[in-house]
């Protein structure tokens, strides 16, 4: 019982037995990086139909483009690793046809001889020529697309047409109201 005791006692002491409480301080409640990368990605709704449209700039348009198209080359890079699992480069080649509007049209690109040789792909440059159609929220957009085919070192380039699809979405987020886009390739070639 005094073993016990004892040790009841050591354990109160080394532990803070005997403090009052604890003093706690409150951090924001916003990380500061997260809100302003949040306030990058999403612009802000204008109530008036015409000045909604002026606020999608053509940079966002571009840059949404580009990264969508360069998320799908390197997923395509990741399934020609020989030294993956097989289960891994499943992942990533169902991943990569989420990138498309129309799975099939991944497929058919992905399908192409030119595509399957190659080592890897890069994306070089991508420029925006017109918006071929347009309803409500949806765009569909014409992109000259510039990307580098690697084969044993040797470096080939490749010109042809992206067409890319985008949706403007508006959000509802704590009572404010935020317009953001949505972008999905939905074919690359002729």
């Not at 993956?84 to 498309?100: P, S, V």
């Not at 991944?106 to 925006?128: C, E, N, R, V």
């Amino acid at each position: 019982m005094k073993k016990f005791t004892y040790i009841l006692l050591l354990l109160s002491f080394s532990c803070g037995g005997n403090k009052d409480g604890i003093k706690v301080t409150q951090k924001p409640a916003i990380n500061q990086s997260v809100k302003q990368h949040f306030d990058k990605q999403i612009l802000p709704v204008k109530q008036n139909a015409n000045q909604v449209q002026d606020s999608l700039s053509q940079e966002n348009f571009d840059e949404l483009a580009k990264q969508t198209i360069t998320r799908f080359f390197d997923m395509i890079n990741l399934t020609k690793q020989t030294q993956a699992r097989e289960d891994f480069l499943n992942f990533t080649a169902q991943n990569a046809q989420k990138l498309w509007l129309k799975p099939e049209n991944a497929k058919t690109f992905l399908q192409q001889s030119a595509i399957q040789s190659p080592d890897s792909l890069k994306l070089h440059s991508l420029s925006f020529q017109n918006f071929e159609s347009q309803e409500n929220d949806e765009i569909l957009a014409t992109y000259r697309l510039y990307y580098f085919l690697y084969r044993r070192g040797q470096r080939q380039s490749v010109q042809t047409k992206a067409k890319v699809y985008f949706k403007i979405l508006y959000l509802n987020l704590d009572g404010q109201n935020y317009l953001s886009l949505k972008a999905k390739i939905f074919r690359i070639g002729e």
